[in-house]
């Protein structure tokens, strides 16, 4: 079973468009996270979702928004595309209450080419 | 100032040998974890190990050992008899304080073992 999946997998669009990726975890974590990494392989945070509390890095643009149905789902939305938004975005999750480490766990990944 | 500093871009190691990653951090929290991952060719970021900043041993799990030194906010991590599938990108990370929201990487450190 996966513990973290995104789909989808790759994702390639033009510029303008606005587009979606979907992350669940079975895993029964009470945090997820949003990261994107870079061609350089820079991983920088951008969302945490926690018990309803969102919180955003501050650099990320609002063109960017996260979605929670529930617990186990952390989706992003993304409008009007533009080309530097090209990168691989991971989708993590993580226990936070009850925990000592916080460590997360990652999805596959979801590499995204805006053409 | 970086939070997570890998000053070690790549580096070659001979199979079956040990090999250290370094890692060195920045923070005025007296609370804090810290993480290494493993990100093969293949892209999906692999938890490996974590140490707690009030953890007094060193943490291990299987081949993989931290190195930590708090007075010199390093945390390297060690891996014994490197094996070809230990080619990889490694990050170390940090979460600051009790955050769950604060997590930085580091920029990575590519490792190729040779047969």
């Known amino acids: 079973d996966t513990a973290v999946s995104q789909t989808p997998k790759y994702l390639v669009t033009q510029m303008g468009n606005d587009k979606s990726i979907k992350c669940e975890q079975n895993l029964g974590h009470d945090t997820m996270y949003w990261y994107k990494q870079d061609s350089k392989k820079f991983l920088k945070i951008m969302f945490s979702y926690n018990n309803k509390e969102l919180i955003i890095n501050e650099t990320v643009p609002n063109r960017f928004s996260p979605k929670s149905p529930d617990k186990a789902h952390l989706n992003l939305h993304i409008n009007s595309l533009e080309l530097g938004d090209s990168a691989v975005y991971f989708c993590?999750?993580?226990?936070?209450?009850?925990?000592?480490?916080?460590?997360?766990?990652f999805g596959p990944g979801t590499r995204l080419t805006v053409t | 100032a970086q939070k997570i500093t890998q000053t070690q871009p790549g580096m070659f190691v001979q199979e079956k040998e040990a090999v250290t990653l370094d890692c060195t951090y920045d923070t005025s929290d007296p609370s804090y974890g810290l993480f290494w991952y493993k990100q093969p060719s293949s892209g999906e970021m692999i938890f490996l190990i974590y140490q707690g900043s009030y953890d007094q041993q060193n943490a291990t799990e299987g081949r993989y050992s931290l190195n930590f030194q708090k007075a010199r906010k390093s945390a390297n991590l060690v891996i014994s008899a490197s094996q070809l599938g230990d080619s990889a990108m490694y990050f170390c990370a940090m979460r600051e304080g009790d955050n769950f929201n604060k997590f930085y990487f580091g920029s990575g450190t590519k490792l190729n073992v040779k047969p």
């Open positions: 993590a999750s993580s226990q936070v209450w009850d925990s000592d480490s916080y460590e997360q766990y």
